[in-house]
């Protein structure tokens, strides 16, 4: 499609992930875009648009308490860019870990991410992600949980969820997205590379050295 051509990176703003989903799911755009993805082309997104980059996505929840068991979370197919992970983004700024909890708890096969603002994950082949920004990214892993009772008739009851793992990672770290562990080794280089790119987005250009030179 001629959208793309001479595209480095397709992006999704914010607004309603399943307004993306609905409404580009399925058009010759999606498979555009799916088919430049699988050739090595970037595909971003923020807000919602990062919700609607994972196979599931979580669409609605309660936010700033603990999620109860009768509680509805809407979760939806997404578009399918990261799979086997939830994302769920405005994070600490809205209180949101009794929502992811809960849907790692009704979905332990699921990575829950938590992504703050002003934050990103960089993911590599689906492999493994690193985080930039000022913020934090939450990893809720609830694959070897030994006991919840999301399944249990007490609507009105708090989520239990035992041996449930938590990581907190922040710029510079990385996740490995097939083994589940965090690793913080490639922290001082990725601070490095960003403060080298800040150093040059700084520095003036020829262009703009010359012109006070003349002036």
Avoid at 91 to 108: D, M, T
Avoid at 124 to 146: I, K, L, M, N, P
Avoid at 156 to 181: C, E, I, K, M
Avoid at 198 to 211: F, I, T
Wanted: charged letters at 25%.
């Amino acid at each position: 499609m001629h959208l793309l051509e001479g595209a480095d990176a397709f992006f999704f703003t914010g607004g309603g992930q399943l307004k993306i989903t609905t409404r580009f799911a399925g058009t010759r755009l999606c498979a555009a875009v799916e088919e430049f993805y699988r050739k090595g082309g970037t595909v971003a997104g923020t807000s919602a648009g990062a919700a609607a980059m994972s196979e599931t996505m979580l669409v609605t929840g309660t936010s700033r308490e603990s999620h109860r068991i009768g509680e509805s979370l809407q979760m939806a197919p997404g578009l399918g860019f990261i799979r086997d992970v939830i994302v769920d983004q405005h994070f600490a700024e809205r209180g949101r870990i009794g929502r992811l909890l809960g849907a790692v708890a009704q979905n332990p096969r699921f990575i829950g991410l938590g992504i703050d603002e002003d934050t990103a994950v960089i993911v590599e082949r689906e492999e493994r992600f690193t985080v930039v920004g000022a913020g934090a990214v939450y990893v809720a892993d609830a694959e070897d949980a030994t006991y919840t009772n999301v399944a249990q008739e007490e609507t009105s009851r708090a989520l239990s969820l035992f041996n449930v793992r938590l990581h907190v990672l922040s710029q510079g770290d990385t996740y490995d997205l097939r083994t589940r562990q965090p690793s913080h080794q490639f922290a001082k280089k990725m601070e490095e590379r960003l403060e080298r790119a800040e150093h040059r987005r700084k520095a003036p250009s020829h262009a703009e050295a010359a012109g006070a030179q003349v002036h």
